[in-house]
């Protein structure tokens, strides 16, 4: 590795270095600032530590390294990602658009050409398209190397704060002040004003440094680890163990097993309500926004549950249950148990759960109950003994029975819509007579049934839906989150300023930088001089763009 | 019940007559002799007024939410409301840090406009359907409106150095996008007023088209330029339509809320034309000379300090806080709605604005046109994505 030896303070600098980090007297002929072009003042960036990426560039290592730490490439992908997040946003996303059409059909049928390009280009789906994972995870990649980049020659530059400073990093710093006499007393006013301002104050020999604020210089740092924290919480997503997503439907009265607990935890519905607004006196107010809504507004979606743990030890043996946990589920309010949580999410008002049927003869208009019996519909059984002799088997049960082709079948297995086809075997028969009912519907598939089977009641219940999470990556997300923002408001709302004083035969010179907002550092110098004969800085910047502008004119 | 609902829409009126008021007293602050950041009676008047208006306008937010029972961000006309007064509080803020006159005279008009603009939606309180049904609800919506607005401070900060800066003595691709932004304002200002004028007359035009395998009806506020898809006409002595929305306009109210579009644009052409014919000038080049005493770096500086202050409250309402609202209301915390991605765009823009500034030197004019274009993406998601790109969030 080559070194630098400073020519004023004989310190030996690393490579790259372009301000010597003890006295600041510039290394290089062309240290200016980036992206201005005054060549009076000094590049502050890292107090003109070495940076690898500026350094170095022979090996591929080197390349990459360097592409990835500019921050020109930072935000080039932030604002590729940018526009492509607007681009998905031009036509619903695959998963917004209904459930029960076929995408290819459905974008081309609402949206016409554009519909069908946007399909054909996958931007249906463009969140989770792998070009789209590629940019986030470049824009990770760049963020780790620009930061490691900079907060290297950061930390050499901060360690290193001497108040003994070359005149010439004095002169050509963008604050500046020359006063050729200063009474000590004058000078102690001087610098007990910054300490009240809660100047941290460092002298040596005459030389002194107040600074401020150097912990907001590790802000981008600390938000940047943040992100990252946060990506790889997203990443962890992919990892089956970290994330489980599940449903489960619990019909009222009844206890299910938890899905993905091993059979170790139970959910029972006691009950399911709804409320719609307008119910109650206290919905008065809203009367006028109700009127003017075509159907009622959802007030509430409530299910009253209790959950168990299975205390029975032995696999393959009837659970035992105990109480674990009773509390009501709400949208906004899940039930949390051991890393699960339950959501409201579903629900299905007035499912069957049982029916009773009478037995009458065919041609009693009065239909006189001979007999009765009641199926229970989630739990049917297979035999019914009767009154009077009469003995009654399933044949078949439909629980969402409707007509497809001429043939009687089941849409799903819940019982929205529950039919029969019953043996009935009046007293001393062998003989079955075969009798179809449901709701609304007796069909006497032969026509000559003696006996009928009637729908006399039914009992109804409501059934709950509820969304089973388990979501180990929530902590891991929920702390980038926090760092990101610890980071970004220490970097935000402080900035790191520093005022040089560098005594000068009977009077001083003044410098002073900040990272940003140089009207705060500003209004500070103005008050910590008050009273004193010291001169105000003069912004060099500023000065010089005002004769550009000047030169500019007189042209 | 009522009687608070009536005491609400008074204070409302009355911080808006104030800000109105105040506007008057900055726009007297130009004509003080005295430099830019120290105070005159003007603007002391100017200032107080801010703040008196502020009170009343807190007034309305407080007796609105005792007769609501909840906090009033639910609906269009709480929200954009609510996001004007926030405005106005981060203005007050900055304005205690620098002592900016010529602001006042940008950021409240703005503020004026979105409240106007707020009261154009139905003032009626809502009832809360279960998912809105969270504290974290209004933690969100207060945090991310007050985020949004500091940042809009920005923007007015940007809006003044661009008319200061810009040279206007040549035509350039620079002066024509600056009328642009201020042609936009205007069209605003149009939506205002024409939605007023044909409110007054009571204007009203039903009609009836096919829409999901049904027949749907829409009732018009103002004159039919564009009528829904296969629509017909069922008010008589009505305009007929000039044409029909293509049938990929999604929505029941897809053709109104178009033709409301149409309408702001028209009369905004109208209320720019006329300023251009009395001025006799470019409308920026009109105000530059007001500005001569302010200075740029100033701006300059209001301007970005406003996007370092608005960032961080912003990415905590808008983001962190909306993913935890997310997750307890939908059991996911992100979802990819317009909404959610409109704020990540957001946050990506201002994030990229930083980096420039701070690591490439972007400051004065590139600073300034980058804080009028991060205003467009938030007004971009407050408004259009409400009204044509529907979501989880659109609460009309
Ligand atoms: C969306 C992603 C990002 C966010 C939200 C973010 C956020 C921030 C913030 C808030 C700052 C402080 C800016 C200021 O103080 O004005 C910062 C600084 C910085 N960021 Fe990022 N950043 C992101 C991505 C990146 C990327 C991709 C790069 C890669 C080049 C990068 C490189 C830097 C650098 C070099 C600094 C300046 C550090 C310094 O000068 O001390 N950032 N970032």
């Known amino acids: 590795m080559r070194e630098i030896k400073c020519d004023a303070c004989h310190h030996i600098n690393r490579e790259g270095t372009e301000l010597c980090e003890s006295c600041g007297k510039p290394l290089v002929e062309k240290q200016q600032a980036e992206g201005k072009e005054t060549k009076k003042l000094l590049n502050m960036r890292y107090d003109g530590s070495s940076r690898r990426s500026m350094t170095y560039n022979k090996s591929v290592v080197d390349r990459v390294w360097n592409f990835f730490s500019s921050v020109k490439v930072g935000v080039t992908l932030i604002v590729i990602t940018l526009i492509a997040s607007a681009v998905g946003t031009i036509l619903p996303q695959q998963m917004y658009i209904p459930q029960n059409v076929q995408p290819e059909v459905h974008y081309k049928d609402q949206y016409g050409l554009i519909g069908q390009i946007y399909y054909q280009l996958g931007l249906h789906e463009l969140y989770s398209s792998w070009w789209y994972m590629i940019l986030i995870a470049l824009i990770g990649i760049s963020i780790i190397i620009a930061s490691i980049d900079r907060v290297v020659p950061l930390y050499r530059a901060l360690k290193n704060q001497k108040p003994t400073r070359h005149t010439t990093f004095i002169q050509r710093q963008r604050l500046h002040s020359k006063t050729d006499d200063v009474t000590d007393a004058d000078k102690h006013t001087f610098i007990s004003n910054l300490k009240r301002m809660r100047y941290k104050v460092t002298e040596d020999n005459g030389h002194v440094l107040a600074e401020k604020g150097r912990f907001s210089r590790w802000g981008p740092y600390v938000n940047h680890v943040g992100l990252i924290i946060f990506l790889l919480g997203a990443l962890l997503r992919f990892v089956p163990f970290m994330y489980i997503d599940d449903f489960v439907w619990v019909r009222e009265g009844e206890t299910v097993v938890v899905p993905d607990t091993n059979g170790e935890y139970f959910i029972e519905n006691k009950d399911f309500i709804i409320e719609t607004y307008g119910d109650s006196e206290e919905d008065t107010r809203f009367k006028e926004a109700l009127e003017n809504q075509s159907g009622p507004i959802a007030k509430n979606f409530q299910t009253n549950a209790v959950i168990y743990r299975n205390v029975e030890t032995v696999v393959g043996a009837e659970p035992q249950l105990e109480k674990f946990k009773e509390d009501s589920i709400l949208v906004n309010h899940a039930l949390k148990f051991d890393g699960f949580a339950l959501y409201q999410t579903s629900y299905q008002l007035n499912e069957f759960k049982s029916m009773s049927f009478i037995i009458h003869e065919t041609n009693d208009a009065d239909e006189t109950e001979l007999a009765s019996f009641k199926v229970d519909l989630t739990n049917p059984a297979e035999e019914y003994q009767l009154d009077n002799g009469f003995r009654v088997m399933i044949d078949q049960y439909f629980p969402d029975y409707y007509i497809d082709d001429g043939e009687p079948r089941s849409q799903t297995k819940n019982p929205k819509n529950p039919a029969f086809v019953f043996l009935v075997y009046p007293p001393d028969s062998s003989e079955p007579e075969v009798s179809f009912a449901g709701i609304g519907r007796n069909v006497d598939a032969s026509g000559e049934n003696q006996y009928k089977v009637g729908l006399q009641d039914f009992e109804v219940r409501d059934v709950t839906g509820l969304t089973v999470r388990k979501d180990y990556t929530l902590p891991i997300l929920g702390l980038g989150g926090i760092i990101f923002m610890i980071g970004v408001i220490q970097g935000m709302y402080w900035q790191h300023r520093r005022v040089w004083i560098h005594p000068k035969n009977n009077g001083l010179w003044l410098a002073a930088h900040t990272n940003k907002n140089w009207f705060g550092i500003k209004k500070d110098i103005e008050k910590a001089i008050m009273k004193t004969n010291i001169n105000m800085v003069v912004d060099q910047e500023q000065e010089e763009q005002e004769l550009q502008k000047q030169q500019e004119q007189n042209k | ?396």
């Open chain 2, 1 to 396: 019940m009522g009687d608070l609902i009536t005491l609400s829409g008074n204070f409302l009126y009355l911080a808006f007559i104030l800000y109105l008021i105040a506007t008057f007293f900055f726009a007297g602050t130009i004509r003080d002799k005295k430099t830019e950041g120290t105070s005159t009676f003007s603007s002391k008047v100017a200032i107080s007024l801010t703040i008196l208006g502020f009170i009343s306008q807190t007034g309305y937010f407080i007796t609105r939410w005792m007769a609501s029972g909840h906090a009033p961000v639910s609906n269009l006309f709480e929200f954009t409301t609510f996001f004007g007064m926030m405005l106005v509080f981060s203005f007050i803020i900055i304005y205690f840090i620098y002592r900016l006159n010529i602001l006042g005279l940008f950021a409240l008009p703005i503020a004026l406009l979105i409240i106007a603009y707020a009261s154009m939606f139905p003032k009626e309180i809502s009832p809360l359907v279960p998912s809105l049904k969270s504290h974290w609800l209004y933690i969100h919506v207060t945090t991310v409106s007050l985020g949004e607005a500091i940042l809009a401070v920005s923007f007015a900060a940007g809006l003044i150095y661009l008319i200061k800066e810009i040279d206007q003595t040549v035509r350039s691709k620079r002066t024509t996008w600056l009328e642009i932004v201020i042609y936009s304002i205007l069209a605003t200002l149009g939506f205002i007023i024409i939605s007023t004028t044909f409110n007054a007359l009571n204007y009203n035009a039903t009609f009836e088209f096919p829409f999901e395998g049904d027949i749907s009806s829409v009732d018009y506020q103002l004159p039919p330029l564009a009528g829904p898809n296969e629509g017909t006409l069922l008010t008589t002595e009505r305009m007929n339509p000039l044409f029909e929305v293509p049938s990929w306009m999604q929505g029941v109210n897809a053709a109104r809320k178009f033709n409301t579009l149409l309408w702001s644009l028209i009369t905004g052409l109208g209320l720019y034309i006329i300023a251009r014919a009395v001025l006799r000038k470019r409308i920026a080049a009109a105000i530059q000379p007001l500005l001569k005493k302010t200075k740029s770096d100033l701006l300059d500086e209001v301007s970005y300090r406003a996007v370092a202050i608005g960032f961080p409250v912003f990415t905590l309402g808008g983001l962190i806080f909306a993913m935890i609202w997310a997750q307890e209301a939908w059991n996911r915390y992100w979802g990819w709605d317009p909404k959610e991605v409109w704020a990540l765009i957001t946050w990506f823009f201002y994030a990229a604005f930083l980096h420039l500034r701070l690591s490439r030197g972007w400051h004065g004019e590139r600073s300034a046109w980058l804080a009028v274009i991060g205003f467009a993406i938030i007004m971009f998601n407050l408004i259009a994505v409400n009204l044509i790109i529907a979501g989880l969030h659109s609460y009309a």
